[in-house]
T-cell receptor
Framework: ETGVTQSPTHLIKTRGQQVTLRCSSQ?????VSWYQQALGQGPQFIFQ???????GRGNFPPRFSGLQFPNYSSELNVNALELDDSALYLC?????????????FGQGTRLTVV | SQQGEEDPQALSIQEGENATMNCSYK?????LQWYRQNSGRGLVHLIL?????REKHSGRLRVTLDTSKKSSSLLITASRAADTASYFC????????????FGTGTRLQVTL
């Protein structure tokens, strides 16, 4: 079990609403990444934060946004939810300054948009 | 978009048998990693192989990498029912801005 925790574990939202997902990184990790995993697919990279700055983004629209806090915890915000946003959202942390490529994942948040 | 594909998409074997999964990718990489996912929950890192390595072992796991063919394979020997899970390969580029690009996954079922 990793030291990465995500909340909530499950969430149901209505189309058009906004949602905030939270992630607490493993101690000592300064980089957090968010991934979206649709049912039956592999995780897709949304974006990454390194020392509170976004330093990488995947092919996701601007309504997907994020924050990283000084304690390296993170939030993923999704505005104007669409049915296709229903997925498992995974947070992963690592220590980029140590050039450690291995990512430690949380258990994910299952978002259902109805 | 996915980096590549895994083959097979699903694999069913009996306990004690070996399981082999293959992964293909599209772009240059610094490393390739294999992750395991139980029942749609978080991913757990299994093994990492760097682009200048050809083979790596960890317990019952053996990974090979062929950069000329842009492919990798994961072998699980003497499988157990507890190995039942989805397995994903992920390619990465070293650096602070690196990200993981995952394949489509292989669903492994190990029966008693």
């Amino acid at each position: 079990e990793t030291g990465v925790t995500q909340s909530p574990t499950h969430l149901i939202k209505t189309r058009g609403q906004q949602v905030t997902l939270r992630c607490s990184s493993q101690s000592g990790h300064n980089t957090v990444s968010w991934y979206q995993q649709a049912l039956g697919q592999g995780p897709q990279f949304i974006f990454q934060y390194y020392r509170e700055e976004e330093n990488g983004r995947g092919n996701f629209p601007p309504r997907f946004s994020g924050l990283q806090f000084p304690n390296y915890s993170s939030e993923l915000n999704v505005n104007a939810l669409e049915l296709d946003d229903s997925a498992l959202y995974l947070c992963a942390s690592r220590d980029a300054t140590q050039a450690l490529e291995v990512a430690f994942f949380g258990q994910g948040t299952r978002l259902t948009v109805v | 978009s996915q980096q590549g594909e895994e083959d097979p998409q699903a694999l069913s074997i009996q306990e004690g048998e070996n399981a082999t999964m293959n992964c293909s990718y599209k772009t240059s990489i610094n490393n390739l990693q294999w992750y395991r996912q139980n029942s749609g929950r978080g991913l757990v890192h299994l093994i990492l192989i760097r682009s200048n390595e050809r083979e790596k072992h960890s317990g019952r796991l053996r990974v090979t990498l062929d950069t000329s063919k842009k492919s990798s394979s994961l072998l699980i020997t003497a499988s157990r029912a507890a190995d039942t899970a989805s397995y994903f390969c992920a390619t990465g580029i070293t650096g602070t801005a690196s990200k993981l690009t995952f394949g489509t996954g292989t669903r492994l079922q190990v029966t008693l």
